[in-house]
């Protein structure tokens, strides 16, 4: 932390406000006292410009485009690690070792199976229910099943909780999936890797025996590595901000889920794909790169652009090797929307709108056509998102709930309805 300050001048009064150093990226100027110094709120629509928290997890530099889990970089973890170290150091802050791996692995291995009354929530669904919305409702409902751990001031029931909803959301994913193709819930396999056994569970049915395609198997890991935070983003600050209030975790990451689900967050990997369908072949390309530039039309490129990432998204490039590896392994030679997607980029990255913009392919783009391949419907590709996001959400809202500083989240805002007036009956209202 530094000494320094910086001064604002208000109604030509100067202001010092503390200024705040970080191990590394942009300092943060100290504004939680402006108010009571100055009679003032900041303001700063879809916080731009605004730290909500010190975090010792994530660190993404947007402009070099990279991307740090606790200091590690993404290339690295992705690479040479597997989803559950990736989880171990999200939480706990350090690589685990050999024991300290295996113990990892074996509890949340143990923690897998959900309440079997769980089964009987699922059947009051539609069969057409969007599996998000599944998702949202069953890891909320954790909450009615699990009682012994939603005590939040209680380390114990915190960690408990958040060992239940690593190991269980592939079992919830995975049933949502099953419900929704109207095949039998498959359950989980212990002696399987977290990310085995959950594709055993999604793929396998009764009537014949499923092997595990380790190739699959261990891009599908990489994409939850990849996937498992990302610093402040929408839903994990829609998590702490439902954490604030000493919500108990399951509600909070149901409400994480629910943000996710937007188009502009993790509904991007479903989007993009819908989008790389419509344009079908590469010679509409330029049609729609027309209509994404086009001030008067809503359509925007799904999977360009990020809020924090000006450069590229560092996950995309390890994407798009995976959407490679797995399309050989599946022996897809032609893939017509990987064409789609690969001209596309081509084009966007050389055009003059979307270079001025900084607008570069972001984790989404390539991640669609992935799981499609693997076997996974569109409506499903957010879930995956969520199921590796938990463990982010997890750790930030421990970390938020450690702090000692935490209060809870109460954003202000400049008023600009009518001022104060005087209620009229109905007799008198013109
Ligand atoms: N296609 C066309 N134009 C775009 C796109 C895009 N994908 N993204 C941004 N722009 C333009 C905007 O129209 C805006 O133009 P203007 O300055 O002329 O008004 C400018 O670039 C800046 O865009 P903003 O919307 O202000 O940027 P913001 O940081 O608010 O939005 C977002 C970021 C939501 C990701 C946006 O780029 C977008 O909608 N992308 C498509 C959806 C998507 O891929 N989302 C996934 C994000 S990654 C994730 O959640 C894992």
Redesign the pocket.
């Known amino acids: 932390m530094s000494s320094e300050t910086s001064t604002l001048t208000v109604d030509n009064k100067p202001v010092d406000l503390a200024v705040k150093e970080g191990t590394i990226g942009p300092s943060v100027i100290d504004i939680s006292k402006l108010y009571g110094q100055t009679g003032m709120f900041t303001y700063d629509p ?1 916080f ?1 410009s605004t730290a909500s928290c010190e975090s010792k997890i994530t660190y993404i530099d947007g402009d070099k485009g990279v991307l740090l889990y606790r200091g590690y970089p993404i290339e690295q973890l992705a690479e040479h690690g597997d989803f559950l170290e990736t989880c171990y150091l999200l939480l706990y802050g350090e690589l685990p070792t050999a024991a300290q791996k295996a113990d990892f692995d074996y509890r949340v291995t143990r923690h897998t199976m959900v309440h079997d009354q769980m089964n009987r929530f699922f059947t009051g669904f539609r069969r057409d229910a969007h599996p998000m919305a599944i998702m949202v409702a069953c890891v909320g409902a954790l909450s009615a099943f699990y009682h012994d751990s939603t005590d939040i001031s209680d380390p114990h029931q915190r960690m408990v909780a958040s060992m239940r909803m690593i190991a269980k959301m592939p079992t919830l994913a995975a049933m949502a999936y099953k419900y929704h193709v109207g095949q039998p819930f498959v359950y989980p396999q212990n002696d399987l890797d977290y990310t085995s056994n959950f594709l055993r569970m999604c793929f396998a049915v009764p009537a014949e025996e499923y092997k595990v395609n380790p190739v699959l198997s261990r891009a599908l890991d990489r994409i939850f590595i990849l ?1 498992a935070d ?1 610093e402040q ?2 839903s994990t600050s829609t998590v702490r901000l439902a954490g604030s209030s000493g919500a108990n975790p399951f509600a909070c990451i149901a409400a994480g889920i629910a943000c ?1 689900w937007g ?4 509904g ?2 479903e ?2 794909l819908k989008m790389l369908e419509e344009i079908g072949t590469p010679d509409r390309i330029p049609e729609y790169i027309a209509k ?2 086009d ?1 008067n039309d809503p ?10 990432y000006k450069n590229y ?1 560092p996950r995309a490039r390890i994407m798009q090797k995976t959407t490679h590896e797995v399309l050989n392994e599946l022996g897809i030679k032609d893939d017509p929307l990987l064409d789609v997607a690969v001209e596309l980029e081509q084009i966007a990255l050389k055009d003059e ?2 270079v001025e ?1 900084k ?1 570069y392919p ?4 390539y991640s669609g056509i992935t799981l499609k391949a693997m076997g996974f419907p569109t409506s499903m590709f957010t879930v995956l ?1 969520a199921l590796a996001r938990t463990v982010g959400w997890i750790a930030q809202w421990s970390e938020m709930i450690e702090d000692p500083s935490q209060r809870i989240g109460r954003p202000r805002q400049l008023y600009v309805g009518e001022p104060q007036r005087d209620y009229v009956t109905v007799a008198q209202r013109g």
């Open positions: 879809g731009t996937h990302h983003n929408a996710l188009p502009a967050h993790g991007a990997n989007a993009a994404a530039k001030k359509f925007r490129l799904m999977g360009f652009g990020h809020r924090v998204d709108y979307f913009k607008l972001n984790i989404d783009f998102f």
